[in-house]
């Protein structure tokens, strides 16, 4: 670690290949008090030296401000620890070899190491003579103070990066916190990630994998599949991966480098990194055994107290926000097959057009309390078999309101089906006293409707409990709105009468129920809105039904429901 601890400081000086006034002072500097032609900032990565503090090198070397390590006398500086003091390198069996004697003419050469904070060597503040020399006492000493005077320099430039690093991190945690609290689904907190994980100083990937009863799958963005999500997607439970041992032994998994992960892990899992160009890895399990969150590095990585702290905080997020979305993803499932059993087939009916559309609240449980319904009516002494149709409304946008509106449904059809003669306000009514007598909620509202063959025509009757109006629209493309309408559904047994209304319709007639989710807006009062709707109704009505569905309904589906949308749409054809 001592090695990747020195390049990690290096990185975090900021300094490389280029110049930089700071270090070009403490170049001068030397150069001024101990008479070199040559004086140099040299810092040692790990195939090259660098200079961003020089004076009088030739070129081409100082446009480059680099050379190989064959050309470096700062590298043995580093290796001792110790300053380098030569009076003529050809006569020292360490540098006689060296390029740099024939190449930068370095024959006199005195080198002093330059530190971090930690004892690591960051390279040699060093002074070049082309000649032979004999260093003074005087000399080496001013070298010695300007060294430990750059030392400072570089630490400070070392300790302002480290605070910006934190400043960052928390940064990082703050829109972690936000992002992963909005995510809808397990793709989602993917793309999420890596949009927080961006910049030339971040991971190379970072993945979501979970548990499942193989192993580990990976969490895939379809718009960004990156290589190594198709080189491997899932892995068995015992394979010798970095990820899965933190999923086995639920700890914290690191790699700082190739070597380690040559040594800890099998030959498959060095073959998968490599193929990526991956060297180093941070894996965290996740709560409760649901997976775990990793990063990779393109190079050996040093893993800080803070930056471990900010990830396994991270980690936790992402915990949190794949608790959540499972958990509605289960919600979701049932949701759907509550409402899928729960929404009527609509029948055939000669004479008859009908279509139907359910929209579920985006920010509820996917399924509420309306509904609609259309069923036969027989009628001994009917040629044609009467239709009832419904709309309703049950106060409430959950899985429990769900469930009272299956058992409102119900006894409506009960209501009809078992006294064919009633009415739909008697239906409403016999309701009305179930609501009084059973806990089934602060209340409904609903259109309970009946449609009567008469010749080429249909009757209709109706009851309306506190719910939207429906609206029909005649022939020749006017709308009308049949604004009739009773108390909803509250179980009050002192309440006024409900009351039926009729109205025949001739063929080409559309008859239009629905619920407050399609006209009620939050920017828009909600008569402004039924007139809309009507308006749409009256220009789209001539088409067939699904598209006159798909024109009421325009929008809905891009913006954030707050309530379910249930619409049934009736034409008369006049065929029989």
Not at 46 to 69: C, N
Not at 225 to 242: C, G, Q, Y
Not at 357 to 375: E, H, I
């Given at each position: 670690?001592?090695?990747?601890?020195?390049?990690?400081?290096?990185?975090?000086?900021?300094?490389?290949?280029?110049?930089?006034?700071?270090?070009?002072?403490?170049?001068?500097?030397?150069?001024?008090?101990?008479?070199?032609?040559?004086?140099?900032?040299?810092?040692?990565?790990?195939?090259?030296?660098?200079?961003?503090?020089?004076?009088?090198?030739?070129?081409?070397?100082?446009?480059?401000?680099?050379?190989?390590?064959?050309?470096?006398?700062?590298?043995?500086?580093?290796?001792?620890?110790?300053?380098?003091?030569?009076?003529?390198?050809?006569?020292?069996?360490?540098?006689?070899?060296?390029?740099?004697?024939?190449?930068?003419?370095?024959?006199?050469?005195?080198?002093?190491?330059?530190?971090?904070?930690?004892?690591?060597?960051?390279?040699?503040?060093?002074?070049?003579?082309?000649?032979?020399?004999?260093?003074?006492?005087?000399?080496?000493?001013?070298?010695?103070?300007?060294?430990?005077?750059?030392?400072?320099?570089?630490?400070?430039?070392?300790?302002?990066?480290?605070?910006?690093?934190?400043?960052?991190?928390?940064?990082?945690?703050?829109?972690?916190?936000?992002?992963?609290?909005?995510?809808?689904?397990?793709?989602?907190?993917?793309?999420?990630?890596?949009?927080?994980?961006?910049?030339?100083?971040?991971?190379?990937?970072?993945?979501?994998?979970?548990?499942?009863?193989?192993?580990?799958?990976?969490?895939?963005?379809?718009?960004?599949?990156?290589?190594?999500?198709?080189?491997?997607?899932?892995?068995?439970?015992?394979?010798?991966?970095?990820?899965?041992?933190?999923?086995?032994?639920?700890?914290?998994?690191?790699?700082?480098?190739?070597?380690?992960?040559?040594?800890?892990?099998?030959?498959?899992?060095?073959?998968?990194?490599?193929?990526?160009?991956?060297?180093?890895?941070?894996?965290?399990?996740?709560?409760?055994?649901?997976?775990?969150?990793?990063?990779?590095?393109?190079?050996?990585?040093?893993?800080?107290?803070?930056?471990?702290?900010?990830?396994?905080?991270?980690?936790?997020?992402?915990?949190?926000?794949?608790?959540?979305?499972?958990?509605?993803?289960?919600?979701?499932?049932?949701?759907?097959?509550?409402?899928?059993?729960?929404?009527?087939?609509?029948?055939?009916?000669?004479?008859?057009?009908?279509?139907?559309?359910?929209?579920?609240?985006?920010?509820?449980?996917?399924?509420?309390?309306?509904?609609?319904?259309?069923?036969?009516?027989?009628?001994?002494?009917?040629?044609?078999?009467?239709?009832?149709?419904?709309?309703?409304?049950?106060?409430?946008?959950?899985?429990?309101?769900?469930?009272?509106?299956?058992?409102?449904?119900?006894?409506?059809?009960?209501?009809?089906?078992?006294?064919?003669?009633?009415?739909?306000?008697?239906?409403?009514?016999?309701?009305?006293?179930?609501?009084?007598?059973?806990?089934?909620?602060?209340?409904?509202?609903?259109?309970?409707?009946?449609?009567?063959?008469?010749?080429?025509?249909?009757?209709?009757?109706?009851?309306?409990?506190?719910?939207?109006?429906?609206?029909?629209?005649?022939?020749?493309?006017?709308?009308?709105?049949?604004?009739?309408?009773?108390?909803?559904?509250?179980?009050?047994?002192?309440?006024?009468?409900?009351?039926?209304?009729?109205?025949?319709?001739?063929?080409?007639?559309?008859?239009?129920?629905y619920t407050d989710g399609l006209v009620e807006r939050r920017d828009n009062d909600i008569d402004v809105s039924i007139r809309q709707t009507a308006s749409t109704l009256s220009a789209e009505g001539d088409r067939p039904l699904p598209h006159l569905l798909e024109a009421?309904?325009?929008?809905?589906?891009?913006?954030?429901?707050?309530?379910?949308?249930?619409?049934?749409?009736?034409?008369?054809?006049?065929?029989?």
């Amino acid at each position: 670690m001592g090695e990747l601890g020195r390049l990690e400081a290096l990185r975090l000086a900021g300094l490389t290949a280029a110049a930089d006034p700071g270090m070009d002072r403490f170049a001068r500097l030397v150069s001024r008090f101990l008479h070199v032609p040559v004086a140099l900032v040299s810092l040692l990565e790990t195939d090259r030296q660098v200079f961003p503090g020089m004076v009088g090198l030739a070129e081409p070397w100082a446009g480059r401000r680099r050379t190989p390590l064959s050309h470096s006398f700062c590298q043995h500086v580093v290796a001792s620890g110790r300053p380098l003091i030569l009076d003529d390198a050809r006569q020292n069996p360490l540098t006689c070899y060296s390029l740099a004697i024939p190449d930068l003419q370095v024959i006199a050469y005195a080198g002093m190491p330059l530190t971090d904070a930690d004892g690591h060597v960051l390279g040699s503040l060093c002074a070049i003579d082309h000649v032979p020399r004999k260093w003074t006492e005087d000399e080496l000493q001013d070298l010695g103070d300007l060294t430990a005077a750059c030392s400072v320099e570089l630490r400070l430039r070392i300790a302002s990066e480290r605070i910006r690093q934190d400043r960052d991190h928390a940064g990082l945690l703050l829109r972690s916190s936000v992002e992963l609290g909005h995510s809808r689904d397990l793709t989602d907190i993917t793309r999420r990630l890596r949009r927080l994980f961006r910049g030339p100083a971040e991971p190379s990937y970072v993945g979501l994998l979970l548990a499942d009863h193989r192993g580990l799958w990976r969490v895939v963005d379809p718009e960004n599949v990156l290589p190594v999500e198709t080189v491997i997607d899932r892995l068995e439970m015992d394979a010798a991966f970095p990820s899965t041992r933190a999923m086995r032994e639920q700890r914290t998994v690191f790699v700082p480098d190739r070597d380690a992960l040559v040594a800890g892990f099998s030959p498959e899992a060095v073959a998968g990194y490599d193929s990526l160009g991956l060297h180093s890895a941070l894996c965290v399990p996740l709560s409760r055994g649901r997976g775990v969150l990793m990063w990779c590095w393109d190079a050996a990585h040093i893993l800080e107290v803070t930056e471990e702290a900010v990830l396994t905080a991270v980690a936790g997020y992402v915990s949190q926000a794949v608790e959540r979305t499972l958990f509605v993803e289960v919600r979701l499932s049932t949701a759907e097959q509550l409402q899928a059993a729960m929404l009527t087939e609509l029948p055939t009916v000669p004479g008859l057009d009908m279509a139907a559309l359910y929209l579920s609240a985006t920010d509820q449980d996917m399924v509420g309390g309306d509904w609609y319904d259309a069923y036969l009516l027989p009628h001994p002494a009917a040629d044609r078999a009467a239709l009832m149709l419904s709309v309703g409304d049950i106060i409430g946008h959950d899985v429990q309101a769900a469930a009272v509106m299956g058992q409102v449904r119900s006894m409506l059809r009960q209501a009809s089906l078992g006294h064919p003669a009633h009415s739909p306000a008697a239906a409403l009514d016999s309701v009305d006293q179930a609501f009084d007598a059973l806990p089934l909620g602060p209340g409904a509202t609903a259109v309970h409707a009946r449609l009567d063959p008469h010749g080429d025509r249909w009757r209709l009757t109706w009851s309306n409990a506190g719910h939207p109006p429906p609206l029909l629209r005649t022939p020749d493309g006017r709308v009308s709105t049949l604004g009739e309408h009773d108390l909803l559904l509250l179980g009050s047994r002192d309440g006024p009468a409900r009351h039926d209304h009729t109205h025949e319709l001739l063929p080409g007639s559309v008859l239009l129920l629905y619920t407050d989710g399609l006209v009620e807006r939050r920017d828009n009062d909600i008569d402004v809105s039924i007139r809309q709707t009507a308006s749409t109704l009256s220009a789209e009505g001539d088409r067939p039904l699904p598209h006159l569905l798909e024109a009421l309904s325009l929008g809905l589906e891009d913006v954030p429901q707050r309530d379910d949308v249930a619409v049934l749409v009736v034409r008369v054809t006049g065929g029989s």
